[in-house]
């Protein structure tokens, strides 16, 4: 595969490698944040092409992205405590979706933020429709911000416009 790809590794306290995940496809996957609760491992990042696929740390393919991306996508993804992929939900829409980060609440769900330049839509790991975000009053930008219940259904969905 061509283009430039994604890597995340878990290395023990003591410095021993546990397992490596790889996100792969023809243009550009890139990994913006990585945030851990002791059990599991939530990823973000973005996409650009349908060829795109996630791969465990014996270069066996695990789970490939669904969803062809509009033009640049936004996913998050969980994995479990041995580098298990367990689901993905996607962020689409006409423009460039951007991630900003992740983090989880005080609940254990997963708080995942980032901006778009119009309508972001939200799409489960079979890649249905979950939810849509219409454009926000900033002509050309959208903020958004999604929370994530342990099943990778969303449990609030909702635009943020940034202050000037």
Request: no cysteine; net charge negative; charged share 10%.
């Amino acid at each position: 595969m061509v283009g430039a790809n994604a890597a995340l590794a878990a290395i023990s306290k003591t410095g021993v490698f546990r397992w490596a995940f790889t996100i792969q496809g023809d243009n550009n996957n890139i990994l913006h944040d990585v945030v851990a609760d002791g059990q599991s491992v939530f990823i973000a990042g973005a996409y650009t092409s349908s060829g795109t696929a996630m791969y465990d740390t014996s270069k066996q393919l695990v789970y490939t992205f669904v969803r062809q991306p509009l033009y640049d996508a936004a996913y998050i993804a969980k994995l479990n405590s041995s580098g298990t992929f367990q689901w993905i939900v996607y962020v689409d829409g006409p423009g460039t979706e951007v991630v900003r980060g992740i983090d989880l609440d005080t609940l254990g769900n997963v708080v995942f933020y980032g901006g778009g330049s119009n309508t972001v839509s939200v799409y489960n790991m079979s890649g249905n429709l979950l939810r849509t975000i219409p454009n926000a009053s900033i002509p050309s930008s959208i903020s958004y911000v999604i929370s994530l219940t342990s099943g990778s259904s969303y449990s609030y969905v909702a635009p943020y416009t940034l202050p000037s």
